[in-house]
């Protein structure tokens, strides 16, 4: 009996020691694995080398014609970056627009010399602001719709993110030719609109 009694306590106490090193192997095993990311993370770069990333990244709804891409660009490096050209697969033709006052009217045109992200800084894309244009749109982008892009910059570094289709009034805008190789935003100047 004397055996048994020390036996009896010694199981519990191994079983007790499994559990609390197999709790702590499938807790680190939990953290090192990937997470989704909350609503409103910055998405994920291409490369681990990429300086650039982009948070709530979107697109407006459309069933033809054109539309524009939106979200925040964060630059993670001590230095500026400079965003030159985008593609993706729902448009042959991505240029990267601004919007200006011309003849008392707002414009998009080309952002010359592209979006520049200044060091550890961020470069806002909202509607009547700078923004990534999509001409001659391949397919319709309905609410919810995830919309691949690949931004490059003037490292030749690339930036590859996911837009998620969301409706949004705006000023609706036209998109029609206008002055200086621009395209007329419609209505009366009004900055607001996007």
């Known amino acids: 009996m004397f055996f048994s009694l020390p036996r009896f306590r010694a199981l519990p106490a191994l079983a007790l020691t499994a559990v609390l090193v197999s709790g702590c192997a499938a807790q680190g095993t939990t953290s090192a694995a990937p997470s989704t990311p909350p609503s409103g993370a910055v998405a994920p770069a291409a490369s681990p080398t990429s300086a650039l990333a982009i948070t709530d990244p979107w697109v407006k ?12 660009l964060v ?32 414009i998009m045109r080309p952002k010359k010399g592209g979006f520049v992200i200044p060091a550890r800084g961020t470069h ?22 995830e919309i691949p892009f690949t931004l490059t910059l003037a490292d030749g570094g690339t930036l590859e993110f996911t837009a998620i289709g969301k409706e949004f009034a ?17 209505g009366s100047g009004d900055k607001d609109k996007g």
């Open 61 to 72: 709804t459309t069933g033809e014609g054109m539309t524009a891409a939106f979200g925040t």
């Open 75 to 106: 630059n993670n490096t001590g230095t500026e970056v400079t965003v030159v050209s985008g593609v993706s697969p729902l448009s042959p033709r991505i240029e990267l627009h601004e919007v200006v006052e011309s003849g008392g009217k707002m």
């Open 124 to 145: 806002e894309l909202a509607p009547g602001g700078d923004h990534i244009m999509l001409m001659d749109v391949t397919g319709k982008v309905e609410p919810g719709a």
């Open 170 to 186: 705006g000023g609706k805008e036209d998109y029609q030719g206008g002055d200086e190789g621009g395209m007329d935003m419609g």
